[in-house]
């Protein structure tokens, strides 16, 4: 029997769980070196003893944790062997295979072998995996940037869903924001360097989870170690000038080590602030006189500041069990630049969402039964609106100090009746004098725009894992249940009391109830597993939500894999149905402002049920060399129940939320990959996807209303177009390179090239679908999302040259995003098709403001400008002199600014390890 | 050698960064001039194709707050509106509302003191105008927020001793918590049936007024029927007055109770005046004067239709409405020897 073929016996037989998303597996032999088998052998585990080998000298160590672990063998008559540094990932079967001599001093033979996914039957789930060494030594920052890196992610939608279908799962307990997750933050991140691992599961993935429809980022954290050790890096773009120092600066502190008594601890702070959070490769704008002009690079009022703080407690509880303890909190600060406040941004809206999570996690593993007891606090509190006061800086973007917003109190008191009446603090904004053009058009000032949004969402959750081991097969069943908490708050033209065009204020308060159990087991035969899982569902959103009539929505969820060996391949097949909630926010009411300032009031319905996924995929996994792998996946994924507005009666205009729409997603996906080594490695992930949506949203259906040929009304009952993150052609290619540490030439006694890293990570897609207006903007030009944005095109490098300071080690780095700094267009306009208005277009929104307008500007008003007076009467009057300011404030305004990617940006770090 | 050359780098290079900071984004320019257009006394301050009147001074002298008629609303409000001493732009206007709406408000008549202004406030119907104001008011406020202010007296009113006062002018403050000013009668003759009404305003007496409680005590000050203007010393004691169709400035000593003339511009009848720091000037038979101890000096263009002059804290700058051509009045700016 061939190596390989040895190989995947040991992985057949030692299987680990299905996508068991925080543990691993290590498996192996021990022989003698005449090839016998060593019965009886006790095998070690971090220090414990866990399993014995079988009569086939073989043992399986279940249930171990993602990371880096130690394992021992002893056997009477034989040497005690220890093979440190065996690294295990989450879902994946390690080999580690031992050879003894009997009553030799001669060193021991140990023959290891690392996990390899990709021939392992037993991985059935679509993985794409980041270490946290991965993520350090590439350029991303954060675990979402990480992830987004995977072939069929579009930012944080996956295979054609849209924001909000995916769940994070951390250390095996579910988070996620059920409350907006369709258009809101999580509210809590992962500092990197807390990380394991983090991978992206799109398909397969085990009946152990569920609040997902699309995919599945599952994250595992390290646990402390048994030696001290830590991390600080600072970077920032200050050394640069210009247009390259955007403002940005980052510091991190990680320390993790023993605290006695096999206690371990680990803790991170991670800050993070930029003076434009969100930058825009726009162009410069064509007037001198727009302030922008000398400074294009920098928004003002767009800064953003991010404070996350991890820890997390390891206590062994003596035998088989280990009680874990994690407290994170995050708090992200924004101010949001709005083009109408250009020219009195303090009125400009800001942004603080703040989340807190706690778990325990309590483990009792043995080699073939392992319980797990989680239980989580997630909460997580959102807040956007105008500021009481602006806040000042104190070093680059960080404020230090907490954002208090006009009307929060009274937002947090969910009084309706008090907030129907005008807002304490706030303005009625008027159109500024303070512009660059003087004239009253287009851009505010004075006030805000009187917005209140205030929601908290807290989640009480509890989950037991069970895992059973037998011969030829795993089993596994759990069950989980949340206790939800959602309060929400909403106010829009705060300045006015409620009335005419302005909506009444809205507040819910209620508590959700969801469950779920789930029973999955894992068959092993000959040259294939058969994997087979259930899972049940459950949600009520409980009394608190006025009109809810249904009570509890269920729903059953089947998922079947199937793999067997082919030659030097693995296929898998596997069909799966997955549902979610809905985001809660659609269950109740909501009066919001929209960029015309008019109040909107929207209805929710408390009725909505499951969101639903049934996708079937195949996938082929091949070595065609010992360093290269390569897997091809096609799938097609069937969305249904998905949230829409759709028709109450015949009003157009009149529209409840419904679980109608449905949508079809298909796509074959491509990554070939070669493992850094000998100075480099490769990844290539290339996707190529389609994603249609059918509709049966109100407006779509009446604008579809046809006469036929024999003269009948026909009225369609749903229209089909393309979902909006169908993202046709997406390759991602990210590439390593190392020199070793003598290389390079020697420069005053220092080999600069000497240990050099390079990582680069270039993206190149199709462009996002987007829909076509008239130029009026209230008649669509075709079907929605009917056109194509042009494609996009990064390019991001990270080079690290490692440093030595006394008895430390550390590195300094260049970061660079967007190398080329290519100016990637990521939203057009819906009625020209283009970042910028029309000329024409510009003409006739200038015409119309002047035509509002009129009026000479004296020379005492603050509306003057010098420079337009042309016959220096101290009067700017007649359209010779006033409309040339209006056209001008007209371009000014549309400039295209959030059109745009973000511009080419660079950091430079530096980073101590201890 | 290698290991000491690496931390030095490093040393220098943190010490560097730590010693730079961000690049600023761009911020809004200043706009607007801080002096008139076109410099020298006179100086024309206001440019306003609509009415701009009644100015006062604030107490530091640094500024003057007068009533402009807001051509760049709908609604064409008069707001006060706040510049600087020497002219220039205006810094602030402060409105009935934010933002244009269906009535037409008008503040006027500011009096200042200390941190607080006494004004009188109308409001009208936009788009159902009928003849006068519909609603009339009289209030003092914190300079800070003029509509955060407390209402002093409806207008109109009867007084204690049976008189009626449709309007209110020349309000002048004397301290803190007495003010004092012109009751008028407000008339709306037309001159045929189909013509347009004009606005006949009559001063009836001159009244003081202890607005310290929650309701004002009136008390009718002696000589002072048939008043043309009214304006009060700094000390609080002095108020200076004239009568219709009648060329003296009277002077009326409040802790004596004392009436005297203080001086006769022949000229013709005086209509508005100011005192500041032992200068008077006065609008008499349509031509603006300056009284310097006995020097009599005429100013500006005697064309001009002059009103409401006021002078400075200090007596060196006068600001006065003039009506030149148009229909319309602008403020002036006299730089005083």
Known sequence: ?914 | MRTRSSTQVTVALVAVVAACSHTEPFRPGQGGANEPLFPGSPAQLTFNPGEDLVPAWLPDGSAFIYTAERGDRADRDRCFATMPARGGSITRYACRTQVADDSINVFDEAAIRGDSIVYVRASTERFLQGLGPDRLELVIAPLSDLNAGRLIQTLGFTTPWGTTYDAVSHVTRLDANRIAFIGERVTYPRGCSSCVPDTVRTGLEIVIADISGATPAYTRMPDGDNPASLTAAANGDTIYFSLQSDSHVLRRTLSTAQTDTLLDLIAGPVIDLTVSSGRVSAVAGGSLYLVDGAAVTELGDPSWLFERPVLSPDGTRLIVTARRTGPTADLWLFELP
């Open chain 1, 1 to 914: 029997m061939s190596p390989r073929s040895w190989l995947l016996l040991c992985a057949l037989f030692g299987a680990a769980p299905l996508a068991a998303q925080t543990n691993g597996a290590i498996t192996g032999h021990v022989r003698q070196r005449t090839g016998q088998a060593v019965s009886g052998a006790e095998i070690g585990f971090d220090g414990r003893w866990v399993a014995r080998t079988d009569s086939s000298g073989f043992y399986r160590i279940r249930e171990a944790r993602s990371g880096w672990h130690s394992v021992t063998v002893r056997a009477i008559g034989f040497d005690t062997m220890r093979r440190d540094s065996v690294l295990v990932r989450a879902g994946q079967v390690t080999v580690v295979n031992f050879t003894l001599d009997v009553y030799t001093i001669e060193q021991p033979i140990v023959v290891e072998a690392y996990a390899d996914s990709i021939l392992d039957p037993t991985m059935v789930a679509t993985v794409q995996r980041i270490s946290g060494d991965e993520l350090r030594r590439f350029p991303v920052t954060t675990l979402e940037e990480a992830v987004s890196l995977s072939a069929g992610a579009v930012g944080e939608s996956y295979r054609g869903g849209r924001l909000g279908q995916q769940a994070f799962v951390l250390d095996g307990l579910g988070v996620k924001n059920q409350l907006d997750a369709s258009t809101g933050p999580l509210g809590v991140r992962i500092p990197p360097d807390l990380l394991t691992e983090a991978s992206l599961v799109t398909n397969g993935f085990s009946a152990r989870y569920g609040q997902a429809i699309s995919g599945l980022v599952n994250v595992v954290t390290k646990d402390g170690g048994d030696r001290w050790t830590g991390r600080a890096a600072y970077e920032s773009d200050r050394l640069l000038s210009g247009s390259a120092d955007m403002g940005q600066d980052r510091a991190v502190l990680a320390v993790d080590g023993p605290l006695g008594r096999g206690i371990g601890v680990v803790a991170v702070l991670d800050l993070d602030g930029k003076l434009d959070a969100d930058p825009v490769n726009a162009p410069s704008p064509p007037e001198a006189r727009d302030p922008r002009n000398a400074s294009p690079a920098l928004l003002p009022h767009n800064s953003g500041e991010r404070y996350d703080a991890a820890a997390k407690l390891r206590i062994p509880l003596g035998g088989a069990q280990t009680l874990r303890l994690f407290a994170l909190r995050s708090v992200e600060q924004r101010l949001l630049y709005d083009p109408l406040y250009k020219y009195d941004p303090r009125n400009a809206p800001a942004r603080r969402v703040r989340g807190d999570l706690f778990s325990a996690h309590l483990q009792r593993a043995t080699n073939n039964f392992s319980a797990d007891l989680r239980a989580g606090y997630f909460a997580r509190e959102f807040l956007r609106g105008a500021l009481a006061e602006e806040p000042s800086y104190r070093i680059g973007a960080f404020t230090g100090r907490t954002f208090h917003f006009i009307g929060e109190e009274l937002a947090r008191s969910q009084d309706t009746a008090l907030a129907s009446a005008p807002i304490a603090g706030f303005a009625a904004p008027d159109l500024t004098d303070r512009s660059a053009w003087g004239v009253p058009a287009f851009f505010l000032g004075g006030g805000s725009r009187g917005d209140i949004a205030w929601n908290h969402f807290r989640e009480l959750r509890a989950q037991a894992d069970f895992s059973l081991g037998a011969t030829g097969a795993d089993f596994y069943f759990g069950a989980e249940i949340a206790r939800q908490r959602v309060r929400t708050f909403q106010r829009a033209l705060g300045y006015l009391p409620v009335g005419d065009s302005v909506p009444p204020p809205t507040a819910s308060s209620f508590t959700p109830t969801s469950g779920a159990a789930y029973f999955e087991s894992q068959l092993h035969g000959a040259d294939y597993v058969v994997t087979f899982g259930l899972r049940y569902d459950q949600f009520s959103p409980g009394s608190g939500v006025p009109g809810s009539t249904f009570g509890a929505r269920r729903s059953l969820n089947p998922r079947v894999g199937f793999s067997t060996v082919l030659k030097g391949a693995t296929f898998v097949a596997s069909w799966g149905r997955f549902s979610q909630a809905p985001d809660f926010q659609y269950l109740v009411d909501a009066a919001f402002d929209d960029t015309l300032r008019t109040g909107r009031f929207r209805r929710g319905n408390p009725n909505l049920g499951f969101e639903d996924a049934t996708q079937y995929e195949f996938s082929v996994r091949a070595r065609p060399s010992e360093q290269t792998t390569v897997r091809v996946s096609v799938f097609s994924k069937r969305l249904d129940g998905l949230v829409a507005s759709v028709p109450l009666g015949v009003d157009p205009d009149s529209t409840i939320f419904g679980n109608a729409d449905f949508g079809t997603v298909r796509g074959a996906e491509l990554i070939a990959e070669r493992p850094l080594r000998d100075g480099w490695g490769v990844r290539v992930g290339y996707t190529l996807q389609s994603a249609e949506a059918s509709a049966t949203d109100a407006y779509q259906l009446i604008r579809r209303i046809r006469i036929g040929p024999g003269g009948d009304t026909i009225n369609p009952a749903r229209v089909e177009f393309p979902l909006d993150y169908d993202r046709r052609h997406s390759l991602t290619v990210l590439g390593q390179a190392q020199v070793n540490d003598s290389a390079g030439p020697r420069v005053l006694g220092v080999r600069p090239f000497a240990g050099l890293e390079a990582a680069a990570i270039v993206r190149a897609s199709s462009g996002l679908p987007y829909t076509m207006t008239n130029a009026t903007g209230d008649t669509l030009i075709g079907l929605p999302n009917s056109y194509r944005l042009p494609m996009l095109m990064t390019v991001d490098l990270l080079l690290r040259r490692p440093l030595r300071l006394g008895r430390w080690q550390g590195s300094v780095y260049l970061d660079a995003r967007n190398l080329l700094n290519r100016r990637n267009i990521e939203a057009v306009r819906r009625e020209s098709g283009m970042p910028n208005l029309t000329t024409g277009a510009i003409d006739s929104l200038a015409e119309r403001a002047y035509a509002a307008h009129p009026e000479a500007i004296p020379y005492e008003s603050p509306r003057y400008r010098a420079f337009a007076d042309l016959d220096g009467n101290g009067l700017i009057e007649g359209r010779n002199e006033l409309f040339p300011l209006f056209l001008s404030a007209a371009r000014d305004y549309t400039q295209p600014l959030f059109s745009y990617g973000p511009p080419r940006l660079f950091r430079l770090g530096v980073e101590l390890v201890f």
